[in-house]
């Protein structure tokens, strides 16, 4: 896989280096400054960093190789996530609260991180898409004690097979341990006002009560 030295990284909100970071993470075939669209309707007092991922994809980008929609090739999951890691630790000092914020692709992505360490992150939103099982990172039972985690789905998704929806929704609510905020919605596979306006809220509630670092 092609990667990138220095990541390529748009910056919006507070730029206090003491402030909780999240960092969002855009779908397939999409790029940065997309998703950082995403951070004018969420909270101002946090930073947030939208990472470009390092694969070319058609007009934009992607985090991964896939072996089918939502199904990532373990290796090239590995390599990307390898590489994320290599850009947070060197830019993020361990210590300052780090959510992550992924859509579509972007949400397997963020799943992989964080099931791959989840004492790294204060957090996850994993918004219209999967985690990424059988691709390498652990799924036990209670992986993800404690861990403030958000998932949005909608009921007419045709984009992401249903079958990993389901799965992805029973593993976080019976399994994983997470402190699981969840709603489903009879929409596509698209971000809509009331998620929006769910996930500020989530992100507002999480950093009232400091986060979780």
């Known amino acids: 896989m092609a990667t990138?030295?220095?990541?390529v990284v748009a910056t919006a909100g507070s730029d206090d280096p003491e402030a909780p970071l999240v960092v969002l993470l855009h779908g397939r075939g999409s790029h940065e400054r997309?998703?950082?669209?995403?951070?004018?309707?969420?909270?101002?007092?946090l930073g947030y960093a939208a990472v470009r991922a390092p694969i070319s994809e058609g007009a934009g980008f992607a985090w991964f190789a896939n072996r089918g929609i939502g199904r990532p090739v373990a290796s090239?999951?590995?390599?990307?996530?390898?590489?994320?890691?290599?850009?947070?630790?060197?830019?993020?000092?361990?210590g300052r609260p780090v959510v992550l914020v992924g859509f579509s692709g972007g949400a397997a992505f963020a799943g992989g991180l964080l099931l791959d360490d989840?004492?790294?992150?204060?957090?996850?939103?994993i918004l219209y898409g999967t985690l990424p099982f059988d691709a390498g990172v652990p799924v036990d039972g209670g992986r993800l004690a404690g861990v403030p985690v958000f998932v949005a789905q909608g009921d007419q998704d045709t984009v992401i097979p249903r079958e990993l929806l389901d799965r992805t929704w029973q593993y976080l609510h019976d399994e994983s341990g997470a402190d699981v905020t969840g709603r489903r919605d009879p929409v596509g596979h698209g971000l809509t006002a009331p998620v929006t306006r769910t996930l500020a809220g989530w992100l507002e509630e999480r950093s009232a009560l400091g986060l979780r670092s």
Request: net charge negative.
């Open 34 to 45: 997309e998703i950082l669209a995403l951070s004018a309707h969420l909270p101002a007092g």
């Open 76 to 94: 090239s999951l590995r390599t990307g996530m390898d590489w994320f890691r290599g850009w947070l630790d060197a830019a993020v000092p361990v």
């Open 118 to 125: 989840p004492g790294r992150y204060a957090g996850a939103a």
């Open 4 to 7: 990138i030295d220095a990541p």
